[in-house]
Protein backbone atom coordinates (compact mmCIF):
# COMPACT_ATOMS: atom_id res chain seq x y z
CA UNK A 1 0.00 0.00 0.00
CA UNK A 2 3.20 2.37 0.90
CA UNK A 3 4.25 1.77 -2.68
CA UNK A 4 1.25 2.68 -4.98
CA UNK A 5 0.46 5.70 -2.47
CA UNK A 6 4.14 7.42 -3.44
CA UNK A 7 3.81 6.21 -7.28
CA UNK A 8 0.57 7.71 -7.62
CA UNK A 9 1.93 11.50 -5.58
CA UNK A 10 1.43 14.30 -7.67
CA UNK A 11 3.67 17.37 -7.79
CA UNK A 12 2.61 19.52 -5.32
CA UNK A 13 3.11 23.03 -7.74
CA UNK A 14 2.20 22.99 -11.33
CA UNK A 15 3.48 26.43 -12.39
CA UNK A 16 3.54 29.22 -15.38
CA UNK A 17 6.60 27.94 -17.77
CA UNK A 18 8.80 31.16 -16.96
CA UNK A 19 7.56 31.61 -13.04
CA UNK A 20 9.54 29.62 -10.76
CA UNK A 21 8.69 28.68 -6.86
CA UNK A 22 11.39 28.47 -4.32
CA UNK A 23 14.72 29.77 -3.44
CA UNK A 24 15.87 32.26 -6.57
CA UNK A 25 18.97 31.70 -8.44
CA UNK A 26 17.84 33.89 -11.08
CA UNK A 27 19.94 36.73 -12.69
CA UNK A 28 18.33 39.59 -13.21
CA UNK A 29 17.88 40.82 -16.79
CA UNK A 30 17.79 44.91 -17.39
CA UNK A 31 15.49 46.11 -19.35
CA UNK A 32 12.63 43.89 -18.78
CA UNK A 33 9.04 44.60 -18.06
CA UNK A 34 6.82 43.64 -15.04
CA UNK A 35 3.20 43.31 -14.27
CA UNK A 36 3.57 46.14 -11.54
CA UNK A 37 1.37 48.88 -9.90
CA UNK A 38 1.89 52.02 -12.25
CA UNK A 39 1.91 55.53 -11.00
CA UNK A 40 -2.30 55.57 -10.58
CA UNK A 41 -1.96 52.19 -8.64
CA UNK A 42 -3.57 50.25 -11.70
CA UNK A 43 -1.10 46.84 -12.40
CA UNK A 44 0.50 47.62 -15.77
CA UNK A 45 3.51 46.03 -17.78
CA UNK A 46 6.20 48.26 -16.65
CA UNK A 47 9.83 48.70 -17.23
CA UNK A 48 11.98 46.93 -14.05
CA UNK A 49 15.05 48.07 -13.35
CA UNK A 50 16.55 44.78 -11.46
CA UNK A 51 15.54 42.73 -13.97
CA UNK A 52 13.21 40.32 -12.23
CA UNK A 53 9.38 40.24 -11.67
CA UNK A 54 7.70 38.30 -9.32
CA UNK A 55 3.98 37.47 -8.37
CA UNK A 56 1.78 34.75 -6.73
CA UNK A 57 2.03 31.46 -7.99
CA UNK A 58 -1.08 29.42 -10.10
CA UNK A 59 -1.88 25.86 -9.58
CA UNK A 60 -3.28 24.29 -12.80
CA UNK A 61 -7.31 23.08 -12.31
CA UNK A 62 -6.47 24.51 -8.35
CA UNK A 63 -5.77 28.20 -8.56
CA UNK A 64 -3.76 31.05 -7.16
CA UNK A 65 -1.34 30.59 -4.24
CA UNK A 66 -2.25 33.60 -1.41
CA UNK A 67 -3.11 35.87 -4.01
CA UNK A 68 -4.21 38.03 -1.67
CA UNK A 69 -1.15 38.73 0.45
CA UNK A 70 1.34 38.51 -2.92
CA UNK A 71 2.32 41.76 -5.20
CA UNK A 72 2.68 40.87 -9.00
CA UNK A 73 5.89 43.37 -9.11
CA UNK A 74 9.28 44.16 -10.24
CA UNK A 75 11.48 42.95 -7.57
CA UNK A 76 12.45 39.84 -5.61
CA UNK A 77 9.49 37.62 -3.70
CA UNK A 78 10.06 37.81 0.08
CA UNK A 79 12.26 34.81 1.30
CA UNK A 80 9.27 33.30 3.44
CA UNK A 81 7.06 33.26 0.28
CA UNK A 82 9.49 31.84 -1.71
CA UNK A 83 10.74 29.55 0.15
CA UNK A 84 6.96 28.16 0.51
CA UNK A 85 6.29 27.80 -2.69
CA UNK A 86 3.35 30.30 -2.97
CA UNK A 87 5.65 33.11 -4.35
CA UNK A 88 7.81 33.10 -7.63
CA UNK A 89 10.28 35.42 -9.64
CA UNK A 90 10.89 34.89 -13.21
CA UNK A 91 13.60 37.28 -15.85
CA UNK A 92 11.65 37.58 -19.10
CA UNK A 93 9.09 40.27 -20.01
CA UNK A 94 6.06 39.89 -18.80
CA UNK A 95 6.34 36.25 -17.33
CA UNK A 96 4.33 36.91 -14.06
CA UNK A 97 1.43 38.36 -15.74
CA UNK A 98 -0.35 35.04 -16.13
CA UNK A 99 -3.56 35.23 -17.81
CA UNK A 100 -6.83 32.81 -16.28
CA UNK A 101 -8.90 31.48 -18.28
CA UNK A 102 -12.87 29.90 -17.77
CA UNK A 103 -13.33 28.42 -14.44
CA UNK A 104 -14.94 24.90 -15.52
CA UNK A 105 -16.94 22.08 -13.27
CA UNK A 106 -15.89 18.59 -12.66
CA UNK A 107 -17.63 15.60 -11.09
CA UNK A 108 -16.30 15.35 -7.21
CA UNK A 109 -16.52 11.79 -5.84
CA UNK A 110 -15.83 10.73 -2.21
CA UNK A 111 -14.10 8.03 -0.18
CA UNK A 112 -16.13 5.11 1.98
CA UNK A 113 -15.29 2.15 3.71
CA UNK A 114 -16.54 0.43 0.29
CA UNK A 115 -14.86 2.67 -2.06
CA UNK A 116 -15.69 5.73 -3.83
CA UNK A 117 -19.01 7.66 -5.20
CA UNK A 118 -20.06 10.08 -6.24
CA UNK A 119 -20.90 13.56 -4.52
CA UNK A 120 -24.03 15.62 -4.98
CA UNK A 121 -22.05 18.86 -5.47
CA UNK A 122 -19.59 19.37 -8.37
CA UNK A 123 -15.66 20.84 -8.49
CA UNK A 124 -14.74 24.39 -9.15
CA UNK A 125 -11.78 24.38 -11.84
CA UNK A 126 -9.31 26.69 -12.19
CA UNK A 127 -7.02 27.13 -15.08
CA UNK A 128 -4.81 29.41 -17.41
CA UNK A 129 -5.41 30.64 -20.43
CA UNK A 130 -5.05 27.89 -23.27
CA UNK A 131 -4.85 24.88 -20.43
CA UNK A 132 -7.37 21.97 -21.46
CA UNK A 133 -10.74 21.75 -19.47
CA UNK A 134 -10.14 17.70 -18.52
CA UNK A 135 -11.42 16.07 -15.58
CA UNK A 136 -10.68 12.60 -13.91
CA UNK A 137 -12.21 9.93 -12.03
CA UNK A 138 -11.59 6.82 -9.85
CA UNK A 139 -10.91 4.02 -11.70
CA UNK A 140 -11.48 0.04 -10.52
CA UNK A 141 -8.24 0.14 -8.75
CA UNK A 142 -8.83 3.31 -6.76
CA UNK A 143 -9.03 1.56 -3.38
CA UNK A 144 -7.46 4.82 -1.00
CA UNK A 145 -8.20 7.96 -0.11
CA UNK A 146 -5.04 9.41 -1.85
CA UNK A 147 -5.72 8.18 -4.90
CA UNK A 148 -7.94 11.02 -6.13
CA UNK A 149 -6.42 14.39 -5.94
CA UNK A 150 -7.82 17.78 -6.62
CA UNK A 151 -11.52 16.88 -6.11
CA UNK A 152 -11.86 15.50 -10.25
CA UNK A 153 -10.05 18.90 -11.63
CA UNK A 154 -7.46 17.85 -14.24
CA UNK A 155 -5.89 14.87 -16.31
CA UNK A 156 -4.54 11.87 -14.28
CA UNK A 157 -0.71 11.61 -13.99
CA UNK A 158 0.92 8.59 -15.93
CA UNK A 159 1.39 6.47 -12.89
CA UNK A 160 -2.08 6.75 -12.02
CA UNK A 161 -3.34 5.55 -15.45
CA UNK A 162 -0.70 2.77 -15.36
CA UNK A 163 -1.94 1.51 -12.44
CA UNK A 164 -5.40 1.73 -13.22
CA UNK A 165 -6.45 4.24 -10.17
CA UNK A 166 -7.53 6.96 -12.29
CA UNK A 167 -9.19 7.49 -15.61
CA UNK A 168 -9.59 10.56 -17.39
CA UNK A 169 -12.59 11.97 -18.59
CA UNK A 170 -13.35 14.87 -21.19
CA UNK A 171 -14.97 18.12 -19.88
CA UNK A 172 -18.79 18.19 -19.96
CA UNK A 173 -20.50 21.11 -18.25
CA UNK A 174 -24.02 19.41 -17.86
CA UNK A 175 -25.82 23.03 -17.26
CA UNK A 176 -25.30 24.07 -20.97
CA UNK A 177 -26.67 20.93 -22.08
CA UNK A 178 -29.78 21.02 -20.32
CA UNK A 179 -29.64 24.73 -21.20
CA UNK A 180 -29.61 23.99 -24.54
CA UNK A 181 -32.33 21.62 -24.59
CA UNK A 182 -34.37 24.12 -22.47
CA UNK A 183 -34.02 26.34 -26.01
CA UNK A 184 -34.43 23.75 -28.62
CA UNK A 185 -38.03 22.79 -26.92
CA UNK A 186 -39.00 26.42 -26.58
CA UNK A 187 -38.13 27.32 -29.93
CA UNK A 188 -40.22 24.14 -31.36
CA UNK A 189 -43.14 24.98 -28.97
CA UNK A 190 -42.92 28.52 -30.60
CA UNK A 191 -42.65 27.03 -34.05
CA UNK A 192 -45.85 25.52 -33.47
CA UNK A 193 -47.56 28.17 -32.18
CA UNK A 194 -46.95 30.15 -35.11
CA UNK A 195 -48.00 27.91 -37.60
Known sequence: MDLLILMVSIPAFIRHPAIEAGPSSLTGIPGI???????SGNLALTNCSTGICSGPVFEEYVGWKNISSIDFKCGNCLLS???SGQCGECNTTGCND???GEV???DNYS???TGYVKSRTRSKCRRKEGTPAVCHKPAKNARDPSAFPK?????????QLDF?????????????GHSLLFVVIIAFVVGEIQV
Not at 164 to 176: F, G, L, M
Open 98 to 100: IRI
Open 164 to 176: IICEDISYCDKTV
Open 81 to 83: HLQ
Open 151 to 159: FGCGPCTQE
Open 111 to 113: FLS
Open 104 to 106: FKC
Open 33 to 39: KCLDSND
